[in-house]
């Protein structure tokens, strides 16, 4: 029987991941990290991209794009950014595609997000999600309401890249002229 971490367990994950990202960043291990990447930083944004729309890793992964603007435009970091993290996104999409979690199957039916569906107010759950994915917030909330409102592939990649990109351009912008 597998064992399933507790919401206080979560919790915890995320604070120290948190920590774990301030800690890097302001000890100068994840500037140390990108300057030895040297010609191959592109990459290291790709991979931290992917890793910037998962609960445990969106503080690291964002601490780590921030600093690759000391050395790339942050408008190409955003772009190449956003496009791993519409990668890591359509992973967890077709995830939530091909079944729903038992968890998240008791949420819909608590939150009565199935009538929401049905009703002529359905264009809020895209609207709900668009938010989320584009937020700095874990995109994993935004990519279950658009799994559960029946996008397509195409369309979720259009609007998981766009949304991120927005979202990291933001984020990398604002750091880069602070």
């Known amino acids: 029987m597998k064992k399933r971490l507790t919401n206080n367990q979560r919790w915890i ?16 291990a994840i500037n140390r990290f990108v300057e030895s990447l040297g010609q191959f930083q592109i990459i290291g944004v790709l991979i931290s ?8 890793t969106a503080a690291p992964a964002t601490a780590s794009l921030i600093s690759f603007t000391a050395t790339i435009n942050p408008l190409i970091v955003s772009f190449i950014g956003a496009t791993g993290t519409m990668i890591g996104d359509l992973v967890i999409f077709h995830f939530f595609k091909k079944g ?7 949420i819909i039916k608590k939150s009565k997000l199935e009538k929401l569906k049905k009703s002529k107010f359905k264009w809020i759950i895209p609207g709900i999600a668009g938010f989320i994915i584009a937020s700095p917030l874990p995109d994993e909330a935004g990519i279950a309401l ?3 409102s029946h996008f397509d592939s195409n369309s979720f990649m259009l609007l998981a890249f766009v949304l991120n990109f927005i979202g990291l351009l933001i984020i990398t912008t604002t750091a880069w002229l602070i």
Not at 13 to 28: D, E, H, M, P, V
Not at 49 to 56: H, N, Q, V, W
Not at 100 to 106: N, Q
Request: charge should be positive; avoid cysteine.
């Open 49 to 56: 991209g992917a890793l910037f729309g998962y609960a445990f």
């Open 100 to 106: 729903l979690p038992k968890e998240v199957r008791m």
């Open 146 to 148: 658009l799994g559960v």
């Open 13 to 28: 994950l995320i604070i120290l991941s948190i920590t774990l990202a301030f800690y890097l960043y302001f000890s100068g």
